[in-house]
């Protein structure tokens, strides 16, 4: 039996927690209901958004990596990639987080990348 939270419940569970800090979530695009994978897109005003997708690790766990930060000079490059990697995979939840140091919900510290 996998010991993993429900993919919808760990997305509602995100969305809260930073609605309740006073920023904002939203579910860009629903995947698998239980077992799907989980992209969570951290932006804040002015600050280049970036994604986190939590990938295996050797030892067997998961951990949050970043996957994409958005360039300054070429923004819909990022939108583009996201929404792509969504089509290419059913599975996949994207989640928006607006909120400064948003990746403190992952766990993460946004000053390490």
Not at 34 to 46: E, K, L, S
Not at 57 to 71: A, I, M
Request: with cysteine; charged share 30%; glycine share 8%.
């Amino acid at each position: 039996m996998d010991d993993r939270i429900p993919a919808h419940l760990e997305v509602t569970g995100l969305i809260r927690a930073v609605e309740t800090a006073g920023g904002f979530g939203m579910v860009i695009s629903k995947g698998e209901r239980d077992a799907g994978t989980i992209m969570v897109v951290c932006c804040h005003r002015a600050t280049p958004a970036r994604a986190y997708e939590r990938m295996p690790q050797l030892d067997g766990t998961r951990k949050w990596t970043q996957s994409k930060e958005q360039d300054p000079e070429n923004p819909l490059d990022f939108t583009e990639w996201y929404q792509r990697r969504g089509k290419q995979d059913d599975d996949l939840w994207i989640v928006e987080l607006d909120i400064e140091n948003a990746e403190r919900f992952l766990g993460l510290d946004s000053s390490i990348s």
